[in-house]
């Protein structure tokens, strides 16, 4: 064994079929989401588009996890061919899923909060593609470029750092948002109130008859 990570053959067996029906499951209902996008046309809307993308990349990690070989190592514990493969293809997969899930999120916003028309919105989309494909396809450079495929842990930390430095980047956007927008709403009640509480001016006792 290259790997000692205190479980048992038994244990293993349990991981490994939970994680090929889970991996089914999923494959199942992505490929039933753009099987239906494909044979409806109706269904080609922007919106709608962004679904097709997710249920894309939800569909290349659950291959991966469906066709996953149990042993990855050759003799001497170096890690095979394909094990690099997947390992790129799971980190390009899961964290494209989550881009792809934070701009469905901001497309809502936009429409619901922002008012966006539907022009504006799907002028966005075009950057919802340079960082949903663009950000995971960087950070599979950076794992080849560091020589972090191939070692669980390393790219465990990798596909960590990411997703932290994609949440607080979210968290720091939307918070700023919503601080913008809550002055915006304060200052309008703040003028409403100021306009309903002062008296009006009566300017006609000072026309000169």
């Known amino acids: 064994m290259c790997t000692n990570h205190g479980f048992t053959d038994l244990d293993d067996d349990i991981l490994e079929t939970i994680t090929r029906v889970g991996a089914s499951l999923s494959t199942i209902g992505a490929l039933f989401i753009i099987i239906t996008f494909a044979i409806f046309k109706k269904l080609h809307v922007p919106s709608l588009k962004l679904v097709l993308y997710l249920s894309i990349t939800d569909f290349l990690s659950s291959i991966v996890y469906l066709f996953r070989t149990k042993d990855q190592h050759d003799i001497y514990c170096h890690p095979y061919a394909l094990c690099y493969f997947q390992a790129a293809l799971t980190q390009f997969a899961e964290l494209s899923s989550f881009c792809w899930v934070a701009c469905i999120a901001f497309n809502i916003y936009s429409i619901a909060v922002l008012r966006m028309n539907e022009r504006q919105v799907n002028a966005q989309h075009k950057f919802y593609h340079i960082g949903s494909w663009g950000i995971p396809a960087v950070s599979v450079i950076i794992g080849f470029a560091g020589g972090f495929f191939g070692k669980s842990m390393m790219q465990l930390h990798l596909f960590l750092f990411l997703f932290l430095f994609l949440f607080l980047f979210l968290f720091l956007f939307f918070s700023f948002l919503f601080l913008f927008f809550s002055f ?22 000072f026309v000169v008859s």
């Open 184 to 205: 915006l709403f304060l200052l309008l009640c703040c003028v409403t109130f100021f306009l309903e509480t002062t008296p009006l001016v009566n300017y006609d006792r």
